[in-house]
């Protein structure tokens, strides 16, 4: 599999694979890294929020 890199595309079979996940109230977190002698090349993260944050403030309210 090819990736995009910061060295640019590069096969997968050339790189360190690291992965993880966060799995609370708030959200599922998932993440993909390769890293290349010992440099973090590519980063990938997907987040699914489990509800809909909530705000302490109307002016952070504002934001949204």
């Given at each position: 599999?090819?990736?995009?890199?910061?060295?640019?595309?590069?096969?997968?079979?050339?790189?360190?694979?690291?992965?993880?996940?966060?799995?609370?109230?708030?959200?599922?977190?998932?993440?993909?890294?390769?890293?290349?002698?010992?440099?973090?090349v590519?980063?990938?993260?997907?987040?699914?929020?489990?509800?809909?944050?909530?705000?302490?403030?109307?002016?952070?309210?504002?934001?949204?």
């Amino acid at each position: 599999m090819i990736v995009t890199t910061t060295k640019g595309d590069m096969d997968t079979s050339l790189l360190e694979h690291r992965s993880g996940e966060v799995d609370n109230d708030n959200e599922f977190t998932t993440w993909t890294e390769y890293w290349l002698e010992g440099e973090l090349v590519h980063q990938s993260v997907h987040v699914t929020l489990k509800k809909s944050p909530t705000f302490a403030s109307a002016e952070a309210a504002s934001f949204v």
